[in-house]
């Protein structure tokens, strides 16, 4: 299984980025795909989740309203708008092989991508 993400990059803050996530390998789509973030010196934390059908969308409250996840079978896109210094992180997707509820734990996932790091500058 590997997941390749693109899209990050240094953006300043007010600004938009659109991260991309492929999954493959996999050889069912019935899967939950994340995206999580990781800053320098904290834990990685839950940033956004989708089930299979995109029924079911998942946000971190820091999040919400300014990010939107998206999904097409096993490609899952963030927009990012209105991008702040806080959201400075290097981006992952992963994936949860449950396939109904959103998960906001890292450990419930079991594939990961290499990540993307997203820079805002102020």
């Known amino acids: 299984v590997q997941l390749v993400e693109s899209g990050g990059g240094l953006v300043q803050a007010g600004g938009s980025l659109r991260l991309a996530c492929t999954a493959s390998?996999?050889?069912?789509?019935?899967?939950?795909m994340g995206w999580f973030r990781q800053a320098p010196g904290e834990e990685r934390e839950f940033v956004a989740g989708?089930?299979?059908?995109?029924?079911r969308e998942d946000y971190a409250d820091s999040v919400k309203g300014r990010f939107t996840i998206s999904r097409a079978v096993n490609r899952v896109h963030l927009q990012m708008n209105n991008l702040k210094s806080e959201d400075t992180a290097v981006y992952y997707c992963?994936?949860?092989?449950?396939?109904?509820?959103?998960?906001?734990?890292?450990?419930?996932?079991?594939?990961w991508g290499q990540g993307t790091q997203v820079t805002v500058s102020s």
């Open positions: 390998g996999l050889t069912w789509n019935w899967y939950v």
């Open positions: 989708i089930n299979y059908t995109g029924g």
């Open positions: 992963a994936v949860d092989r449950n396939w109904a509820s959103v998960s906001t734990t890292p450990s419930d996932y079991e594939y």
